[in-house]
């Protein structure tokens, strides 16, 4: 958790940088420490994944036309985003494109510079997680009369936190398994919708879901994490 050090500021001026295991830094609001981490592995494969949509994405933004650029710095003019440490912050039209495409490429979605996003947020009610007797899939029941859902090109997405360690009845927070469901204007998806677990749930373990709606104009709502506890087994 970061704690505030303005007295520290105070007396010897702005701190930055890192001494034993804390680490002081902050933003254009507040000055803040914490604690020293060390650097994640960068050779895994989710990593390498997101760097090369990133990649892509900026690649197509550099392309884009005026027009379609001034879109989305339009968009981002009118939609804030939120963050840890401000509900309501304005950042620009590239890093809203970014934001909005990388999780689509990640998806393999649709994803273009060509669709002008609505100039409103992309909201929608988070669904529950229902798993079944042995663990090994989990039902998700979700609004199917939400907007997306009648979208070609929009969907949901959601990805579970994984088990390391065998002895430890909650599972962490890195969000590996990933699934989607698609909205269409065809055929739209109906809830409950079932998704596998690898591997199963059996031991009464909490799992976090992180669940985002992309929309047909590429416009991306905020993460809503749910947590849901797996069956026991004995």
């Not at 007396?11 to 914490?34: E, M």
């Not at 998704?195 to 709606?213: E, H, K, L, M, N």
Request: charged letters at 20%; glycine letters at 6%.
């Amino acid at each position: 958790m970061p704690i505030d050090c303005p007295s520290v500021s105070a007396l010897c001026g702005p701190l930055s940088g890192s001494a034993g295991d804390v680490t002081a830094t902050g933003n254009q609001h507040r000055r803040y420490c914490i604690a020293r981490t060390g650097h994640a592995d960068p050779a895994t494969g989710s990593q390498l994944s997101i760097r090369a949509a990133l990649t892509t994405c900026s690649t197509r933004w550099a392309a884009a036309t005026e027009a379609q650029r001034a879109n989305w710095h339009k968009y981002a003019d009118s939609v804030p985003v939120r963050t840890r440490l401000n509900p309501r912050t304005f950042i620009s039209g590239r890093e809203h494109w970014l934001r909005a495409a990388i999780p689509r490429l990640l998806n393999t979605l649709t994803t273009t510079m060509a669709r002008r996003p609505s100039l409103s947020k992309c909201g929608f009610h988070p669904p529950r997680f229902v798993w079944d007797v042995d663990g090994s899939t989990c039902s998700v029941y979700f609004d199917d009369q939400a907007p997306w859902c009648f979208e070609a090109s929009a969907a949901m997405l959601i990805r579970h936190s994984v088990k390391l360690d065998p002895n430890l009845t909650w599972f962490d927070r890195a969000h590996r398994s990933r699934f989607v469901i698609n909205g269409s204007s065809l055929v739209p998806p109906t809830s409950p919708r079932l998704i596998a677990s690898v591997p199963a749930v059996i031991d009464g373990s909490q799992v976090s879901f992180a669940v985002r709606v992309t929309r047909f104009d590429h416009r991306l709502s905020y993460r809503q994490l749910v947590l849901a506890r797996g069956p026991e087994i004995s």
